[in-house]
């Protein structure tokens, strides 16, 4: 790995962390507002990345680089203490708190892609003939233009893929608790017993892995086409 790689894994660090507590510090704060105070009280409504880290050292720090490593680009997750009684007893409030997490990585996606779009429209930016997650806008301007198209590009692309891995519907995913909105009180406490199974949770990350290309391929195709107009990928 050249000097530039190291480089460009940094900044691939920096977003990631500064997503991924963005996304534990939603949860916590929608958590802490609907009557969970646990988390709060634990420091994670806080965009301070230490008390995440010092809760999940493995996802926030030795999975990202490792992931990085192996295939360039970021993985990793962390999580916020809950109070699972409360959870119980206010399912529905509880699947807006998982969903916060989600809907935060979307806010930023939908932050880049008003920021590469307006670069576009200026002429600052270009969409390139080939696009990466580290690449996806081409600048005309050299220097800190430059730095700035990568750093909305790892930005855009990290939080989109966080945004879908989150909301796909396997035990232990943000997304498994949309079923909440359509199931009655009794099935909800069943269901409660399988997304908290240490088993099944692992098991549902190996699915989500080699499931997840399938599906984030043609959504990022799509988002990437709003943001260039006319230009097809």
Request: proline share 6%.
């Amino acid at each position: 790995m050249d000097f530039q790689q190291i480089q460009l894994g940094l900044v691939w660090y920096v977003i990631f962390l500064f997503s991924l507590v963005f996304h534990e510090a939603s949860h916590a704060l929608v958590s802490y507002r609907l009557g969970d105070p646990t988390a709060k009280e634990g420091g994670q409504v806080s965009l301070n990345p230490i008390p995440h880290i010092q809760r999940e050292l493995f996802g926030t720090v030795i999975i990202p680089i490792a992931s990085y490593l192996m295939a360039g680009w970021m993985f990793g997750w962390a999580s916020i203490p809950q109070d699972y009684h409360w959870a119980r007893q206010n399912p529905k409030k509880s699947a807006w708190v998982a969903l916060a997490g989600p809907a935060s990585n979307l806010a930023l996606v939908i932050v880049a892609m008003v920021l590469i779009r307006l670069g576009y429209y200026f002429d600052v930016f270009y969409a390139p003939d080939t696009i990466t997650f580290s690449s996806l806008v081409g600048s005309g301007e050299p220097g800190i233009f430059d730095h700035v198209a990568t750093f909305l590009s790892i930005l855009f692309s990290l939080n989109l893929i966080l945004f879908i891995f989150n909301l796909l519907p396997l035990p232990s995913f943000d997304g498994v608790h949309l079923i909440f909105f359509i199931v009655d009180d009794e099935q909800i406490g069943h269901i409660l017993n399988y997304i908290h199974n240490p088993g099944l949770s692992f098991f549902s990350l190996i699915i989500a892995w080699n499931i997840f290309d399938y599906i984030f391929g043609p959504i990022h195709t799509i988002f990437v086409n709003m943001i260039y107009p006319g230009v097809t990928y």
